[in-house]
């Protein structure tokens, strides 16, 4: 195939000036504009906003059915910036440190690129989802019918990742990202004199046992061959140095690698607090809520995913083996949706994600454009 030809410096000024003006989760006004400004410049198709500040555009060639789907994202984080870069955030606490300006840039040269060499049979879209912090964007997306709206036959999605390689990437099947879901326990005691607890119903001794006893969900119940964390994050209860409090609180996270030990979890948890408050003669009230799926990659989309890679970077360059990440990624709820693969480009040595220190590598602007642009030359590949 021919060599994909680049104007890195224009990728980097895109970069540059996305990164000055970071907007958090479904806030990116000016991020979308950017974004559709670029997009109709090149004379993409583009459509309607979906979840707000979401921007869809397609380029179609040739007269294949086939379509396929590349999404970034655009949102950045409420962090304060610590850099002196002449293109650092103009908008105060807010700050790109995910690297979601490189990805929207990326995903923007490939548009670009695709658009003025037009060698492929298909429809590829273009999806700049809002909101992948926190808030579920990519459900929202879902919610709101992107794939009833466009027919789309796989999807692709990549993020930066410090401490791997520039010129690297992490490719791999099945979970990649685990399940992140949060819950709030109250439990009900019967407060009293400190000096008495006879008279009590003490939810702070009640809330130890609980605490202690969800450790045995994953060393106890679960297979050790899965996954499994639960953690108490925060624990409310008390004011006073002689009254033993009506009620206490606990909340905490639950993050697993696939739907199943997700669904178990669920009821081994809230089994476990039921019994330890009856115990000690409490009741406990849970609230429970799935924020994220895993991200889990189909077999034959990761396939394409590596051949793409294959041709930018070498076999060599490919890792296969990397273990999945504990944290999550609302591409997840794409990937519920259809077929594809999320991957992981090399940011080389730099601060971790989500630090005030981070900054996104434009040494491999390039790479991740190439990448996008070959897979989509391979998924639409004309024929003869
Ligand atoms: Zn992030
Ligand atoms: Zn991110």
């Known amino acids: ?12 000024k895109w970069r540059h000036a996305l990164h000055a003006i970071p907007e958090i989760a479904f806030q990116e006004q000016k991020t979308a504009q950017f974004v559709e400004q670029k997009l109709r410049s090149f004379g993409v198709k583009v459509y309607p906003r979906m979840a707000g500040t979401g921007v869809i555009a397609s380029l179609s060639c040739g007269n294949s059915g086939h379509s396929i789907a590349l999404r970034a994202d655009l949102d950045a984080l409420p962090i304060v910036e610590k850099s002196h870069k002449e293109y650092c955030s103009t908008h105060q606490g807010v700050m790109h440190a995910c690297g979601h300006d490189g990805h929207t840039t990326m995903l923007l040269g490939a548009a670009q690129y695709l658009a003025e060499h037009q060698d492929f049979d298909g429809t590829v879209y273009f999806i700049f989802q809002p909101a992948e912090e926190n808030e579920g964007g990519g459900r929202k997306l879902v919610e709101e019918g992107l794939f009833k709206q466009y027919s789309i036959d796989e999807i692709y999605g990549m993020h930066n990742w410090p401490g791997l390689e520039v010129g690297q990437f992490s490719i791999r099947s099945g979970a990649v990202m ?56 925060r624990v409310h209860a008390g004011d006073s140095y002689n009254v033993i409090p009506q009620t206490a609180q606990l909340s905490g996270t639950v993050r697993s690698l696939c739907h199943q030990v997700q669904d178990e979890t669920i009821e081994q948890l809230k089994q476990i607090v039921h019994s330890s408050c009856e115990a000690y003669g409490a009741k406990a009230e849970i609230k429970y809520q799935k924020r994220y799926p895993c991200t889990i990659n189909t077999e034959l989309e990761t396939q394409h995913a590596y051949q793409a890679a294959l041709d930018i970077v070498g076999e060599d360059n490919i890792l296969c083996d990397a273990p999945p990440s504990m944290g999550s990624e609302d591409f997840s709820f794409l990937l519920n949706e259809s077929r594809g693969c999320y991957i992981s480009i090399g940011n080389g040595e730099t601060a971790s994600l989500h630090n005030p220190e981070y900054d996104f590598n434009d040494e491999i602007l390039t790479l991740g454009v190439k990448y996008w642009v070959r897979l989509t030359q391979m998924q639409l590949a004309k024929k003869g």
Not at 1 to 12: G, N, S
Not at 208 to 230: F, H, T, Y
């Open 1 to 12: 195939m021919k060599d994909i030809i680049l104007d890195e410096e224009q990728l980097v």
């Open 178 to 233: 685990a399940a992140y879901d949060v819950f709030d326990i109250t439990i009900h005691g019967k407060g009293g004199h400190a000096a008495a607890p006879h008279n009590t119903v003490d939810p702070i001794v009640t809330a130890a046992a609980v605490i202690n006893a969800l450790q045995s969900i994953s060393s106890r119940q679960l297979n050790p061959l899965d996954s499994l964390v639960v953690s108490i994050t």
